[in-house]
């Protein structure tokens, strides 16, 4: 089946340790999202990328990197610079350049900082 | 910067009754216009959407939504509610047309509905 993968899906750290979030798509998509999920804010833009190699900073980038190496992998790094990281994490991925926004979801990786 | 609102945060019916979750947003441009649900345990999928033509749009399971250009207004709405509809719903905007379109979302609305 197509879809997005994120793992893990449950992930515990202590403070000061970077993270990275694994999302891999089979969708054959061009553009890759980070979102972050917190109660009573919605959906936050961390990260974006259309094509390969390429990436653009969200809203919230402070305190994350990404890198887009292969079209189907799209892997988030929350670093120890991340003020607030304990958060409900999403991948997205949508069709595009021409997209008209649509965007498939993954199920989600859920981060707590000890 | 774009901004997208939802009025409430928080709904509880009981089964039967009717819908209506509020959105508005505040890109004066074209824009595309979404309503995406979370169901409980599960990843957050697309109920409706506008791009173009008729303003009045069906989705999935019911649900439709009205796009009122002078209103900035993108509203959800159900007749008829059923406990199976118990989820979490967004509204998102995608501004512009060709090249990257930045999709902003609001704060989402919690619906519970009693059997």
């Known amino acids: 089946d197509g879809g997005i993968t994120q793992s893990p899906k449950y992930l515990f750290r202590k403070e000061g340790q970077n993270v990275t979030l694994s999302c891999e798509q089979n969708l054959n998509h061009d553009a890759m999202y980070w979102y972050r999920q917190d109660p009573g804010q919605g959906l936050r833009l961390i990260y974006y990328s259309q094509i390969v190699n390429d990436f653009q900073k969200g809203d919230i980038a402070e305190g994350y990197s990404v890198s887009r190496e292969k079209k189907e992998s799209f892997p988030l790094t929350v670093t120890s610079a991340q003020k607030n990281p304990t958060a409900f994490y999403l991948c997205a991925s949508s069709t595009g350049l021409l997209s008209t926004g649509e965007l498939f979801f993954g199920e989600g990786s859920r981060l707590t900082v000890l | 910067a774009q901004s997208v609102s939802q009025h409430n945060h928080h709904v509880i019916l009981s089964e039967a009754a009717s819908l209506e979750l509020g959105c508005n947003y505040s890109?004066?441009?074209?824009?595309?216009l979404f309503w995406y649900v979370q169901y409980p345990g599960q990843h957050l999928q697309l109920l409706l959407k506008y791009f173009s033509g008729d303003p009045l749009v069906k989705g999935i399971k019911g649900f439709e939504a009205e796009f009122i250009k002078s209103k900035f207004s993108f509203n959800l709405r159900k007749p008829s509610v059923q406990w199976s509809d118990t989820a979490e719903y967004f509204c998102?905007?995608?501004?512009?047309?060709?090249?990257?379109?930045?999709?902003?979302f609001g704060i989402g609305t919690k619906l519970q509905v009693i059997p």
């Open positions: 890109y004066g441009g074209t824009v595309n």
């Open positions: 998102a905007v995608n501004e512009g047309s060709g090249g990257y379109q930045k999709v902003t």
